[in-house]
């Protein structure tokens, strides 16, 4: 059975991940490539708060504060570059964090930090815990979405200078999406630390980005579920199929490229393109 | 037109300057708004009318002088600020949000009290009174039947008046209109510029841009004009219109006199 | 010799296939088996793939253990702890592996040896040398010298060379660092004085700055860590730059590509490693034979280690009649073996005391240069310490 | 004496950083595409360069074939690939191509091995003394040498040619050009072609000098071409050649003097952030 709640409680990470990416990606069209630094920052500050002897639930909210808190900063930088540079710019934020980390004997260095003591949840207490906290995230998602920040984000994402002269003070607003997202995501490191109990540099670096970010997009980019749904198998889908397993990169890409090049709109296009076959004014361009 | 009595000054520029590395978009030009004013801001291409606009809204920062809305500058105060501050501008190139229907554009303008701060915006969910005093502006502009439709498949027309409904729904002090009738047919644009004048007369203070000069000088109380960045003509209408400078400003006087021969058979019917 | 690397892809290709379709309905005996088949690390894993295939084939040959064939349980972790957890949990909770064994690098070993210890599955590591694997508990068994041994056995070398000033080129991951920390430990007992120590990365194959910073330094020798991939470039252009100061290289190195890619200037290599081409062992020289029919190419000491440790495995099977847990665990502790990459015996803390052979490249392959076995030097950790 | 030698590697390796960067700043300036498989070009035209050159024994031969299997590999990606996501928002054809560069590693592991393969015998290894005591490999000279070269050639084009022109109306104002009769379909096939033929063309100069080419050779250029463009300006090839070399000697000193600080390709993006704060438009950009 262990393998089961391992699987569950990967994919409950990993869907809280994703969804904290959906929130700046998603939901305020800011497209970040280093998304990966911030569960870093989370799993780092959890890890080593809990080899100074904090328990594991007094070491989330602090991974969160540290985590956003760098989201800000990322946040105000990226308000001074332009649109097309932003993605470069946080991807190199991306290589700065493993760049930085791997040469810090204090984070141990190229060997990471293997010795994560127990959450003392026992497996199945980690996995609910995990679980219930996807659950709040993906509540908190909707929720945002139908708030009047979320139709806010919306309209950043579509015409930020619109949104200027409709007196939005946009550079806020992006730093409020950078910052919950980068929070959130520092969360779901904190729960990767201890449920991998190592991390090292490489476990935040620019694939994993791509990976996270290629999940949001697969599930359609800004809707919930959809993007709930594919960070779930995304995030399983090696482990199940062994066969993929080996020539999992060749798939991965494959199918990135694929649904990308034939729906945009990730599988909610595709479900809406179905659903409704009379495609409705905004298309699936949206 | 008659003008309304003097009131406070609302919008003051003063010696403002705009330079572009050597080219001098707008030179040393000054000229007030009063309360209740319905001033025409025109000039031939390339016066300088656009430069003036995007310095007073806040995209261009003035390289001399200075714009002050009730007597507080306003320089240095990004784009946001200047619309809390009671200034909203309809863009000339209509740019309504897609992804929502009529009535949520305009209802989007309307919760400028919600969306204020990004906390205070999470707070709030709901969307009635948005929404009713959507439909209100909607109808201010003639139109409400569309309010559930999504902009995209909408003529012009309607969506230069989707776009004074949200500059509305800001409740400004001060409205901003950026060339509103190019683009329009000669009803189209008739009908639009009395829902302008409609506007105003319902006192709100209003600076149009606007090359059809037909319909400025129809529903203008005073006119700045401008050239080459420089101000050349302020006044009534009809005095700046046979002002000869700037009938030779508009390459040689016939094409004003039609205008303001135009315009004398107008104000006979009216 | 070229276009046998095509026939090995294919070879590969073939017995990748083959190792999943062989799945003998009565074999009851699974034997875990994590390794890099792709990302950075896939070289690597291709050679400990094919080293541990062989050990399992030798061993059905001869009948399998207590009458049942062994089943070898193949997972690509890419050499990454992400990968190797789900992998090893695999192994333990869907394979019902009675046994496993390491082709991996230390990441990945050590993120899946502590769930091996949890599950109480005897883990036997070939070439990782990370220390806290061992440290992880008592199922873990390591057979080839672990990093600091290594980088003090280098430290030997240098002295036995006579030579004193070194500088050192160390690769910045767990290896690099496991084997620049000995061989610092061990230089100034030995006299010998550490002129300047450089960093370089994984993906690094353009060394233009750091050889110049090298030659200005104008060592006597230079003590480089790094994988065939990298420290066959870092050679050819420290030699290409006019360097003449000896090289001395460890296991990574220790591959024909490493040849191939330095051509003659990877002439006089030193490399300290633990197969001995020349070796007049029995069990090597079989090894080489066997492995050179199997795959048609040399062998290299990933795939000696990855043999090593399955057929560790094994023979403790043999003795523990096909039971895993603490039995096995006993089993392959008392064991002791005769294996190519020479005779192992464990200590308390499961890892091995086996001298280091120091290897030359001399005219296009790796020659027997000498021995380093100064048992108190070379001494593994052990519990007591 | 260090100094020099220092300088003279990083316009080494800045010279194999410009002619991938170029390829994606022609491509940038012209579709606003972060084209990352980009360096799937690099390793194909690595891999192509080896085989040629090890079954004819010409490098030259194995530098042209390289460089032309790439430049087609480019066209054929950029009509399957980017034509029809044109209209698509930008992070669409950037994901596109992100998944395209992953699958590409993939398959190169999969279709020559994961051991990757050298030169039988790896030409332009003598070593040349030049400007007294400065000792390099001969493929090193080459490579800064038919760099410029091509630079210079490609420069001309650019400024004198019909082709050119057209290429730099169809940058500057893709409709305008349109209405002059211009093909954008054709300015299109030519850059692509030429950008992927400059980066198979890079690729074959690292296989030589490393003398290896594997699977993931072309994950680093990937990442690092595109800090490059940026640096330089989306879309200048003056200001991509510049950034290209610069980023190289800044490397080049980083490896030696901040090693501890930083690993190498962080320093290319600690020097990029830097540079976009204080110049959002990029170095060389004029706006």
Redesign the interface.
């Known amino acids: 059975m262990n393998y089961e709640i391992s699987l569950l409680t990967t994919m409950a990470i990993a869907v809280t991940f994703a969804l904290s990416l959906n929130l700046i990606t998603g939901f305020c069209g800011q497209i970040s490539l280093g998304h990966a630094t911030f569960q870093g920052v989370g799993a780092y500050a959890a890890a080593m708060l809990g080899q100074a002897g904090w328990p594991f639930l007094a070491t989330l909210p602090v991974s969160m504060i540290l985590a956003g808190l760098l989201g800000a900063i990322v946040g105000l930088a990226s308000l001074r570059v332009r649109a097309d540079f932003l993605a470069i710019t946080t991807m190199g934020v991306g290589f700065l964090f493993v760049g930085i980390v791997r040469q810090q004997d204090a984070l141990g260095g190229e060997l990471g930090i293997s010795s994560i003591p127990d959450h003392g949840l026992g497996r199945v207490g980690f996995m609910v815990l995990a679980l219930i906290v996807c659950a709040a995230v993906a509540a908190l998602s909707v929720y945002i979405k139908r708030s009047w920040m979320g139709r806010v984000f919306n309209g950043i994402a579509e015409d930020e200078d619109t949104m200027r002269v409709l007196g939005i003070d946009v550079p806020r607003y992006k730093l409020a999406a950078f910052a919950m997202g980068t929070a959130l995501a520092g969360l779901s490191g904190a729960f990767y630390a201890y449920h991998l109990n190592f991390i090292g540099a490489e476990s935040f670096g620019f694939v994993e980005s791509i990976t996270v970010l290629s999940m949001v997009v697969f599930g359609g980019i800004g809707s919930v579920p959809g993007v709930i749904i594919a960070a779930a198998l995304l995030s399983v889908l090696p482990a199940w199929f062994q066969v993929i397993g080996d020539y999992k990169l060749l798939v991965y890409g494959g199918l990135l490229f694929l649904m990308m090049r034939f729906s945009p709109g990730g599988m909610t296009g595709l479900v809406n393109r179905f659903a409704r076959p009379k495609t409705s004014a905004q298309g699936n361009q949206s | 037109m008659s003008k309304p009595l003097d009131g406070a000054t609302l919008l003051k520029v003063d010696h403002v300057t705009v330079r572009f590395g050597g080219l001098t978009a707008v030179d040393d030009v000054s000229f007030e708004v009063h309360e209740g004013d319905l001033l025409g801001l025109i000039g031939p291409n390339g016066a300088g009318k656009t430069t003036m606009m995007r310095s007073i809204?806040g995209v261009v920062q003035p390289t001399e002088g200075s714009v002050s809305l009730d007597g507080e500058s306003l320089n240095g105060l990004?784009?946001?600020k200047r619309?809390?501050r009671g200034m909203?501008?309809s863009?000339q190139l209509v740019?309504p949000?897609?992804?929502?229907s009529i009535a949520?554009n305009v209802a989007?303008?309307a919760?400028?009290d919600?969306?204020?701060?990004?906390?205070?915006?999470?707070?709030?969910?709901s969307?009635d009174k948005e929404l009713a005093i959507a439909q209100n502006e909607l109808a201010r502009v003639g139109i409400a039947s569309m309010a559930a439709q999504?902009p995209?498949?909408q003529p012009l027309g309607v969506l230069k008046r989707l776009e004074l409904a949200?500059a509305l729904a800001?409740k400004p002090r001060l409205l901003l209109l950026d060339e509103p009738l190019a683009g329009l047919n000669s009803q189209e644009a008739h009908a639009l510029a009395t829902t302008i004048a409609e506007i105003n007369k319902q006192g709100l203070t209003i600076v149009l841009i606007e090359h059809n000069l037909g319909e400025v000088m129809r529903i203008c109380h005073r006119l700045v004009v401008l050239d080459n960045g420089k101000k050349i003509g302020d006044g009534d209408p009809r005095t700046v219109m046979t002002d000869p400078i700037v009938r030779a400003a508009y390459l040689g006087g016939d094409t004003v006199s039609a205008a303001v021969v135009h315009s004398d058979m107008e104000n006979q019917h009216a | 010799m070229k276009s046998h690397s095509r026939r090995i892809s294919l070879v590969a290709m073939a017995a990748a296939v083959m190792a999943f379709s062989t799945t003998p309905t009565w074999a009851q005996l699974k034997l875990g088996f994590n390794v890099p088949l792709t990302g950075f690390a896939a070289a690597d894993g291709k050679s400990a793939l094919e080293g541990a295939k062989l050990a399992v084939e030798q061993a059905n040959a001869k009948g399998g253990v207590a009458g049942q064939k062994i089943e070898l349980v193949v997972y690509d972790d890419q050499a990454t702890p992400k990968e190797a957890v789900p992998s090893a949990t695999k192994m333990i909770e869907k394979d019902q592996v009675v046994a496993a064994v390491s082709g991996s690098y230390s990441g990945s070993t050590r993120a899946a040896a502590s769930i091996f210890q949890r599950a109480q599955v005897p883990y036997v590591v070939a070439y990782a040398i990370h220390p806290d694997i061992t440290l992880a508990g008592d199922y873990m068994f390591r057979v080839s010298a672990m990093g600091e041994v290594q980088g003090r056995g280098g430290a030997k070398l240098v002295q036995n060379l006579g030579k004193k000033n070194v500088v050192l080129v160390t690769l910045k991951n767990d290896f690099g660092q496991a084997l620049a920390a000995g061989f610092k430990e061990a230089a100034p007992k030995l006299g010998i004085n550490i002129i300047n120590e450089y960093e370089y990365g994984m993906p690094d194959r353009q060394f233009g700055p750091l050889v110049s910073k090298i030659k200005s330094d104008n060592p006597d020798v230079i003590y480089a860590s790094g994988y065939f991939f990298t420290a066959g470039p870092l050679v050819s252009q420290l030699r290409a730059a006019g360097v003449t100061a000896p090289i001395i290289g460890q296991e990574g190195y220790d591959s024909e590509k490493f040849i191939e890619i330095a051509g003659p200037a990877s002439e006089g290599t030193y490399v300290t490693t633990s197969l001995d081409r020349d070796s007049d062992a029995p069990a090597t020289k079989a090894f080489l034979a066997d492995y050179r029919k199997a795959t048609n190419s040399g062998a290299d000491m990933v795939a000696a280690a990855s043999f090593t440790a399955t057929a560790v495995a094994i023979e403790g099977l043999k003795k523990s009649g096909g039971k895993g847990g603490a039995a096995l665990r006993d089993a392959i502790a008392a064991g002791s073996y005769d294996m190519p990459i020479g005779k192992l015996a464990f200590n308390d803390l499961h890892e091995v005391k086996k001298d280091i052979q120091v290897q030359i490249v001399k005219d296009k392959a790796f020659r027997r240069h000498s021995v380093i076995s100064d048992p108190v030097l070379l001494a593994p950790p052990s519990k007591a310490k | 004496m260090l100094a020099f030698e220092l300088v003279a590697q990083g316009l080494i390796q800045g010279s194999i950083y410009a002619l991938v960067a170029l390829g994606l700043t022609l491509v940038y300036g012209l579709l606003r595409i972060l084209h990352v498989a980009h360096a799937a070009l690099f390793t194909l035209g690595g891999y192509v360069g080896v085989l040629v050159c090890n079954a004819s024994g010409s490098l030259a031969l194995g530098l042209i074939i390289a460089a032309m299997v790439a430049g087609l590999g480019g066209v054929i990606m950029f009509r399957l690939a980017y034509q029809p996501l044109l209209r698509q928002p930008p992070y669409v054809a950037l994901i596109a191509s992100i998944g395209l560069f992953i699958a590409s590693e993939e398959a190169f592991r999969i279709i020559f091995g994961a051991q990757g393969m050298s030169f039988t015998n790896p030409a332009l290894q003598q070593q040349v003394a030049i400007l007294g005591g400065l000792q390099f490999k001969l493929a090193e000279l080459l490579v800064m040498l038919s760099t410029a070269v091509i630079i210079g050639v490609l420069a001309w084009l650019q400024a004198r040619t019909r082709v050119g022109i057209a290429c730099q109306a169809t940058v500057s104002d893709p409709q305008m050009a349109e209405s002059f009769g211009i093909s954008l379909r054709r300015v299109r096939d030519i850059n692509f072609f030429v950008g992927s033929a400059l980066a198979g063309f890079a690729g074959v100069w690292v296989a030589l000098l490393n003398n290896l080419v594997e699977p993931t050779m072309g994950s680093v250029p990937s990442y690092k071409a595109l800090a490059i463009i940026v640096l330089g300006g989306l879309g200048s090839v003056p200001g991509t050649l510049a950034a290209a070399l610069l980023l190289g000697v800044i490397e080049s000193f980083g490896t030696i003097y901040l090693g501890a600080l930083l690993d190498r390709n962080a320093i290319a993006f600690a020097f990029l952030i830097a540079v976009l704060m204080v110049r959002p438009q990029g170095l060389f950009a004029r706006r």
């Open positions: 809204i990004p784009v946001h619309i809390q909203s501008l863009q740019k949000l897609r992804d929502i949520e989007m303008a919760a400028s919600k969306t204020i701060s990004p906390l205070r915006a999470l707070l709030n969910v969307t999504s995209g498949i949200r800001l």
